[in-house]
């Protein structure tokens, strides 16, 4: 075994062989791994303190010894997880939370704002399976080496370009199915990066973009707002993507997703009680579900047709000169 930087980094062979044995035991102690392996305990500590910073295990001390353990136990007994974006297409997350409490003593929804952040906890761990627009899941699952993958269907629709009085540019979350709306569209550069869809509509008002891509509910918003809006067609949004620690569910996971959906699309679901969860008006959530289209599983095909576009919003151009700092650049 080798040493690794100081600065944590993605997952080595090295680092996914040890996650995998305090996987297997459930709980170890650094010696019993350093006897493990025939390694230093000095090094297998300092791989454990990288996995627990990356939130792939956690520790605690029991009589003065450190113990190590998954942090997300994907036993039935165990809390389960489960994030979102704050966004109207997810309706199906209450029947599928739902199901999931037949399995799990507790389970939890977090609403996020923006789809990378919510892709780096679930390959952290700290989410068992989460809502990812598929360009996400796709870029983090290859550079996580595989800590999440998508396991589900989920929705299409809903993205849509607002128009406001700036001249020109326009803002977008990273890595996102807005940032495929803007490639697939070509809108003018300088693209911004923002971190919530409201960020998003106030940067079209104060006119320092002049196009925003947006999602429901708030295309829907912007166009409450006197905006002009168009919709923008995306061969998907958002899909059920795992962390590794539940891959042995998946099977199990992706029929839950699938009568979930099928319990949404016939509009068997309480919207009030989802419109309270993500913080949005009951009407406003009604009018916008109409954009979405709900889907049982992944629509591998739309991707693969899709796949110029997907890869240029997940690697786009500009990463070249965002992405280098020295040599510095010379205009």
């Known amino acids: 075994m080798s040493e690794f930087a100081e600065e944590p980094r993605g997952l080595d062979a090295v680092d996914e062989e040890i996650l995998r044995e305090v996987e297997r035991r459930g709980r170890v102690t650094p010696s019993e791994l350093a006897r493990r392996y025939g390694a230093s305990k000095s090094m297998v500590w300092r791989r454990l303190k990288k996995l627990e910073y990356m939130g792939l295990v956690r520790s605690y001390r029991l009589g003065g010894v450190v ?25 199906y997350i209450l029947p599928l939370a739902r199901a999931l409490r037949a399995r799990y003593s507790r389970v939890e929804i977090e609403v996020y ?115 002009r809006v168009s919709e923008c067609n995306v061969p998907v949004c958002c899909l059920l993507t795992a962390h590794r620690s539940v891959y042995g569910e998946a099977e199990r996971l ?36 109409r954009r979405y289209e709900f889907l049982e599983e992944p629509p591998v095909e739309d991707l693969q047709r899709a796949w110029d576009i997907v890869r240029e919003a997940a690697m786009p151009e500009s990463t070249i000169k965002t992405g280098i700092l020295w040599p510095l650049r010379r205009e």
């Open 67 to 91: 113990i190590f353990e998954p942090a997300l136990p994907p036993s039935p007994q165990g809390l389960f997880r489960i994030g979102v974006l704050r966004a109207s297409e997810y309706p």
């Open 113 to 227: 704002d923006e789809a990378f952040k919510l892709a780096a906890d679930l390959a952290r761990g700290r989410l068992h399976v989460a809502m990812i627009p598929a360009v996400t899941a796709l870029l983090v699952h290859r550079a996580s080496r595989g800590a999440i993958s998508i396991v589900g269907g989920g929705s299409r629709g809903g993205a849509g370009i607002v128009e406001g009085p700036g001249d020109t540019g326009h803002a977008s979350t990273m890595a996102s199915t807005m940032e495929l709306c803007a490639v697939a569209e070509r809108l003018p550069h300088p693209r911004v990066y923002a971190s919530s869809g409201d960020e998003i509509l106030s940067l079209v008002s104060e006119g320092k973009v002049r196009y925003g891509v947006v999602w429901e509910p708030y295309l829907t918003k912007a166009a409450r707002m006197g905006f």
């Open 254 to 289: 992706a029929r839950a997703m699938a009568e979930a959906v099928a319990e949404a699309r016939r509009g068997s679901v309480n919207l009030d009680s989802y419109a309270s969860l993500i913080g949005a008006e009951t009407e406003l959530v009604k009018r916008s579900l």
